[in-house]
């Protein structure tokens, strides 16, 4: 199965052997692959080619791997980058989270697992829209779509949970209900508009009430927002 739009996976490994044969398994899978054998061509290509993850050994000629980690992240480039690491413990995986790696697996591995961890980081890169989002102790987590309010475990239905995304996608900012329909409810929606002032009632009910909050505010005539009462 190919996964839409094709990933650009750069692989920074000297063993051409393994190289070409995780490069053959990638693109079988569906994503474009770039090689480089040696740690500065590594280093130039995750530079200047469109490259969405990085498979990068750690002992290269030329620049080790962690260095090249590390000056790429010095360059402020954010690819995710999965580290390869060797079992005999001469390099350590907290040393490659250290220089900024995502991710790290130890050789011998698995190519199902390979496969897997670079979709993981992928869908984490995307866009940041992995990161959790936080409004006080309000924390909503998009990998696993749970919602905290300080330690709570908050339930949410699916529509419950979007419409919050939303929301705290733009925190303070007022955002108008006719929007929030076309993007929790969808364009086609036929019926009551109002049905997004009755789940923001119900997020009201689950998320503030509970807890003495009033964080998700209406500003009459204008649309909803959602902000912490701390930071006024
Ligand atoms: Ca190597």
């Known amino acids: 199965m190919a996964d839409a739009p094709e990933a650009r996976i750069l692989i920074v490994e000297d063993e051409e052997a393994l190289a070409d044969g995780v490069a053959r398994g990638l693109t079988a899978e569906g994503f474009e692959v770039a090689i480089a054998h040696d740690g500065l061509t590594g280093l130039e290509q995750a530079r200047s080619e469109d490259i969405d993850a990085i498979v990068l050994d750690i ?10 980690c590390q000056t790429l992240r010095d360059e402020g480039v954010g690819t ?22 995502d991710d790290f697996l130890s050789k011998p591995f698995s190519f199902v697992v390979l496969v897997a961890r670079i979709r993981a980081l992928l869908r984490r890169s995307t866009d940041g829209r992995g990161q959790p989002l936080v409004i006080g102790d309000l924390m909503l987590d998009p990998i696993s779509r749970t919602c905290h309010r300080g330690e709570t475990l908050i339930s949410l239905t699916t529509r419950e949970y979007e419409l919050l995304e939303r929301l705290m996608r733009r925190p303070g900012q007022v955002i108008d209900k006719q929007d929030l329909l076309e993007q929790v409810w969808g364009e086609d929606f036929e019926g009551d508009p109002n049905v997004v002032e009755v789940y923001l009632g119900y997020l009201r009910r689950k998320l503030d009430r509970p807890f003495g909050r009033n964080d998700i505010r209406t500003v009459r005539g204008a649309g909803d927002r959602i902000g912490s009462e701390d930071r006024g």
Not at 82 to 87: I, S
Request: glycine share 12%.
């Open 80 to 101: 995710p980058i999965l580290m390869l690491t060797a079992k005999d413990g001469e390099y350590d995986e907290a040393e490659a989270l250290d220089t900024g790696a």
């Open 59 to 68: 002992m290269l000629p030329g620049m080790n791997g962690y260095r090249v």
